[in-house]
C-alpha cells in the first residue's frame, strides 16, 4: 500500500522523523517497505494485517504503537470478544528474551491491549480491528516486534546426547564419490518431461508437463551436449563421464534413481551409512563461460636444447593472446635425446564467432615465435 | 584416472549437513511428490488461508490431494510425526531437498530449486527464537565466513508464530558487503505441533527454510539460477579449481 509521509503525518500533532527513519521503523517492526519513492512508501502489509492496516488510519495506528507517539483522533475501537492468557515468563521463553514487567506492559499500553493480570498471568483483550490475534505466540511476536528483534540475543542451542542420524544422505553421498573417483561427473535436470506416469493440472511449460519416470532421456541429452563442449573443460585423454541422482515419478510412486552416461561395474545400491563421511569440496569463485562456438588446434614440437615444458607454454601462451582460454599438453617424448611436446589449444570469444582465418592467424604468429626460440614445429 | 566433479548443490549440501550435523542437527528426506496436509494443511495453511497464495503451486491431474512441495517445511513435519510416534519431545533436523514453484523463469527465479528446510525442538521454553538466532548465527559464520551476521525482521507464515525474515550481512570476495534476505523463519504455529501429533503445552520449537541457489550465487557470483538445472557440464566445471578439503587433500 502506497503512502506519503504528509499523509501520515495529518494523523500525528508531533512532527514524524523523516521517511528514511520512517522506512526503518515499518521495516523492523512491522512490515517490509518496498521502496521508497519521491517522499511515498510502499508498505508491504502482511495478509495477517489485512483487517487492521489495510486503511491510512490503520497503518498510522501501528505507527503510533511503533514510535509510542500519540495519535491525534484516537477512534475508539471496541475491544475484541476474546482474552487471551499469557505470562512474561511464557514471553520470553518463546523469544529467548528477558524483556521486564514494565517493558512489556509498555507495549501493551502502545498496541491498545486491554489487560488485567492474576499474579504472574496477563489476560489480554486486544482491541477488536486486531483479529490476527488469538494465541499466546500472537501476544510473544507483538512483544518482539515493537521492542525489536535486535534485542533478542543469539544463543547456541545446549549440546545434546540425542545421537544425529545422517546415514541415509550419507548413504546417497557414498555413491556419488564412488562415481567421482571412477571420472563420473554430476549434474542435476529438470524434473519436467514430455511424457511420464505423472502429469501435472497446472504445468509451466507446456512442452513437458509430465513429471519424469526416469533420469536417462536427460542424461543422454546432456552426455550429447558434454561431448561437444568437451574441449572447453577437459584434458584431450579425458573422455566426458555424467551421472545424475536424483527423484523419478512412477506408477508405482516417486523413488530416487541413480543413472550414468555409461555403464559402471560394481556399481553399488544406496544403502544408509551413517559412519561414511561424504568427502568435502571447497570451490572457488565462478568463472562465467562464452556461449560462442570456440576452435581447436593441435601443436606438436622437438623442443631447442635448454628449453622445457614450462618455457614452451610461456611462449605460446605470450603469443596466442587473450582468445586462447585452455591450452592442454597431451603428449611428451624424448627421442635421440631431443624432446618432443604436443599441445591442444582451444580459443574463443566471449562477444563473437571467432572464425578459421582469425585462428590461423594466430596460430601463425605461435609457430614464428617459437621457430625464431629454435624449435621445430611440426 | 581423472576425478569427475561434484555439482555445486551437493557441495554446498555437505558443508551445510556438517556444520549443523555439529550442533546436532540430522539429514531427513521426503518425497517431493506430496500430499495437501503435509505441505499445506498440517502447517496451518488451510484452504483459502492467505499463505497458499503467496506460493504458486503445482497441482497434480487427476490426484486432487497431491501437490510438487513448495518447501522442505513438508520434511519438518513428517520428522515432527515421527517424533511423536517415538514419544519424543526433542528433535533437530535439516533437509535439503529440491522444491517446485510455478512462476516464470528468468535469472533469478526458476520453478525448481533447491531449499534447506530445518527446526529444533524440546521441552515448552527450552528452544526459543534467541536459539534460533544463535544456530542460524552460528551456520552463517562458518558457512560464508566469520565476518557474518544475522537480523531478524516481522514476517508472516501459517506454520510459523512468531515469524521472521532473516537477513544475513555477507561480504562477496572483491565486492561490498550488503544484507540478503536468506530465510523465513520463527518458532513453530502450535496448530503445526498439534497437527503432527504433539502437545503444543510440552513442545515448542523454531523452523527455518531457505533458498540454496540464491545463496551460491552470491557466494560464487554465478550469474543466472538456471545454469543449475540446465545438466550442463560447463556450469559443473565453471569454478576455478576444486580442491578438496578436510578429509583428504587431492
Known sequence: MKISRESLQKYFETPLPDIAELANAFTFHVFEIDSIEGGVLDVKVLPNRMSDCSTEAGIAAELSAILDLPLKNAPKVAPASISIRISLARINGILGSDFSRDEVEDVFRRLRFGVSSESDVFLITPPSDRSDLEIPEDIAEEVGQILGYDRVPATELPSTNKVSDQARYRGIEKIKDFLIEKGFTEISTQSFAKKGDVYLANPLDKTKPALRKSLDENIQEAIEKAKQYAPLVLAPNEKPKLFEIGTIFTKDGEKLAVETSEPVPGLPEIQDDEKYQPKRYHLGAYKPFSLYPFITRDIALWLPSGADDGLTISIIKENAGELLIRLDQFDRFEKEGKTSLAFRLVFQSFDRTLTDDEVNTIMQKITEALTEKKYEVR | ?250
Not at chain 2, 517445511?73 to 533437530?92: D, H, Q, Y
Open chain 2, 1 to 250: 584416472m581423472h576425478e569427475g566433479r561434484l555439482h555445486p548443490i551437493s557441495v554446498a549440501i555437505r558443508e551445510i549437513a556438517d556444520i549443523f550435523g555439529r550442533m546436532g542437527f540430522s539429514v531427513a528426506q521426503g518425497p517431493e511428490l506430496e500430499d495437501d496436509f503435509h505441505n499445506f494443511t498440517g502447517l496451518n495453511i488451510p484452504p483459502n488461508h492467505p499463505a497458499r497464495s503467496m506460493q504458486d503451486t503445482f497441482w497434480i491431474k487427476d490426484q486432487k490431494d497431491k501437490v510438487l512441495r513448495t518447501h522442505c517445511t513438508s520434511v519438518s513435519i513428517r520428522a515432527l510425526e515421527n517424533l511423536a510416534k517415538e514419544g519424543g519431545v526433542e528433535a533437530r533436523v535439516i533437509s535439503p531437498g529440491k522444491v517446485f514453484r510455478n512462476e516464470a523463469t528468468d535469472m533469478t527465479h526458476e520453478a525448481q530449486f533447491y531449499q534447506v528446510d530445518g527446526f529444533a525442538v524440546g521441552t515448552l521454553g527450552t528452544v526459543t527464537l534467541a536459539h534460533l538466532k544463535g544456530t542460524l548465527t552460528r551456520f552463517y559464520r562458518e558457512y560464508l565466513g566469520a565476518d557474518a551476521k544475522i537480523r531478524f525482521r516481522p514476517s508472516f507464515f501459517g506454520f510459523t508464530e512468531p515469524s521472521v525474515e532473516v537477513d544475513v550481512w555477507f561480504v562477496p570476495p572483491g565486492k561490498e558487503g550488503r544484507w540478503l534476505e536468506v530465510s523465513g523463519a520463527g518458532m513453530f504455529h502450535p496448530n503445526v505441533i498439534r497437527a503432527a501429533g504433539l502437545d503444543p503445552e510440552k513442545v515448542a520449537g523454531f523452523a527455518f527454510g531457505g533458498g540454496l541457489e540464491r545463496l551460491l550465487m552470491v557466494k560464487y557470483g554465478i550469474p543466472d539460477v538456471r545454469l543449475f538445472h540446465s545438466g550442463d557440464i560447463r556450469f559443473v566445471y565453471g569454478f576455478l579449481p576444486a580442491q578438496t578439503g578436510d578429509e583428504k587433500k587431492v
